[in-house]
């Protein structure tokens, strides 16, 4: 069976990802690599045990020593060259194509929600950095939260910037259920 041809949530976002028009993926016009060598290291990482950009790019460098594969570095650097905003919305509109393609709209799910902080070490007055609980060194990072679905299809909805928010987390789920 052909992965790509399954409707499975990863091979639909990866179908959306390999359309160069609307990929979050900007590969320089100099790369020896194609989307779809990006895409495979992906996919690998997303289905591997170690699920980790590095170990997929090494492990298929590995396998195919004769060819050019980008670094985990060279794919996070050709993500990061898009906003955030852009991302979200790729993000977003990946899982409406999921949600509809599954014909998973108009059923309940259980959705819990996840609260995260992600560990920062430089300036405290950076943009988007808050005071967490202090972890490897620092007590300073990012915080959001995410909305999952879960049951016989897992995925993540949304993930939100808690930045700008009070820690009243009884209002922000309030606010999320109505």
């Known amino acids: 069976m052909d992965f790509l041809k399954c409707n499975c949530p990863l091979a639909i976002a990866l179908k959306i990802l390999s359309n160069n028009k609307a990929s979050i993926i900007k590969l320089p016009k100099s790369a020896m690599y194609s989307l779809q060598d990006t895409l495979n290291i992906i996919l690998h990482s997303a289905t591997s045990t170690t699920n980790s950009l590095e170990s997929a790019s090494n492990d298929l460098k590995q396998k195919n020593p004769d060819k050019k594969i980008p ?17 979200l919305s790729a993000f977003r509109k990946i899982n409406s194509n999921i949600i509809y393609m599954l014909n998973l709209q108009r059923i309940t799910h259980d959705a819990p ?24 060194g620092t007590s300073w990072g990012y915080s959001f939260y995410t909305i999952d679905m879960i049951g016989s299809t897992k995925l993540t909805l949304d993930v939100i910037d808690i930045n700008g928010l009070v820690k009243n987390y009884g209002v922000l789920i309030e606010l999320l259920l109505k």
Not at 71 to 87: A, Q, V
Not at 113 to 136: E, Q, S, W
């Open 113 to 136: 929600i996840d609260f995260h902080d992600i560990p920062y070490y430089g300036d405290k007055n950076t943009l988007g950095v808050r005071g967490i609980k202090p972890k490897n």
């Open 71 to 87: 670094s985990s570095d060279t794919i996070n650097n050709s993500i990061n060259l898009n906003n955030i905003e852009y991302i």
